[in-house]
């Protein structure tokens, strides 16, 4: 009953950074031990229908609320401290439901908290990328970020490897018309790595922005270019470029919504 007694919790972030659109981001004062706030989108406007909850770990309490039109949200009263709070939109894209986190305005706004006497307020703002501070930022999977992550894998099908120190660039370029998940244009992206030990099979671009993506990759070492074919699949072969790709949704989690490429590597073959 110690949980009854903590309360419905409802889902609450920290405060996100101050809005650029006309909502005011104070609004009226939380009374004593709740927590209220608002959640704004990428433009600063608000959002309604995002799902808000709180969570304490050591009463095994939580509850969700939900935003209204004006994107404001207010939780039940919280007794006792170590409250954490998170956000959580749904957004359909491509013909999928993803569970998308909102973010929140300082590192420390993601620790838990107790509203007191003086209450809380808790805002929150949809981020396209960046870090969660508090998931691990973690080289070999999707965590710790709000945008998606990809894994490439030095090896084709004859396990021929493109040679260490080349220099590898990834660019993504959006399709026609392609938009990320708040409808804003989507824009070309390159990241790069380059090649280690022949131990060291797979590399890892994280964050990176959801939209519907032509991939296509490029080596250089000592002044020559060469273009890197791509498979998803060796028994597919290689081809010059991943046609429309974009993140699946993975399930609800703490995570950003997209799932992760800890199964699903991007195998690389160096043309000669």
């Known amino acids: 009953m110690l949980a009854v007694a903590c309360l419905s919790l409802t889902a609450c972030d920290t405060e996100t950074p101050s809005p650029t659109g006309t909502t005011d981001p104070a609004g009226p004062k939380p009374e004593p031990h709740t927590v209220t706030g608002i ?11 995002v799902k808000v909850r709180a969570d304490n770990s050591t009463l095994y309490g939580s509850a969700e609320v939900t935003t209204g ?10 007794e006792i401290g170590g409250w954490k709070v998170y ?55 999707s965590s710790g970020y709000f945008g998606g992550a990809l894994r490439f894998a030095n090896m084709d099908q004859n396990f021929a490897f493109i040679p260490r120190g080349t220099e590898v660039t990834i660019t993504f370029t959006p399709v026609a018309g392609a938009k990320h998940f708040d409808g804003s ?59 429309n790709f974009y993140f699946l949704p993975a399930s609800r989690s703490y995570e950003s919504g997209l799932l992760g490429p800890e199964n699903t590597p991007f195998f690389m073959q160096q043309q000669q």
């Open 185 to 243: 244009a989507a824009q070309v992206i390159r990241k790069t790595f380059t090649i280690g030990e022949s131990s060291q099979i797979n590399y890892w671009l994280p964050d990176i922005p959801q939209a519907e993506y032509r991939i296509t990759a490029e080596s250089s070492l000592n002044g020559v270019r060469r273009t890197v074919l791509l498979t998803e699949s060796l028994s597919r072969g290689f081809a010059p470029a991943i046609e």
């Open 69 to 78: 039109a004006d994107g404001r949200y207010t939780l039940p009263r919280l």
């Open 87 to 141: 956000a959580w939109k749904e957004v359909s894209y491509k013909g999928h439901v993803y569970q998308l986190r909102m973010g929140m305005n300082t590192v420390a706004d993601y620790n838990a908290f107790s509203p007191g006497e003086s209450g809380a307020v808790k805002n929150f703002k949809w981020l396209l990328s960046g870090t969660i501070p508090d998931r691990p930022q973690q080289a070999h999977s």
């Open 39 to 49: 959640v704004v989108d990428t433009n600063g406007q608000p959002m309604a229908g």
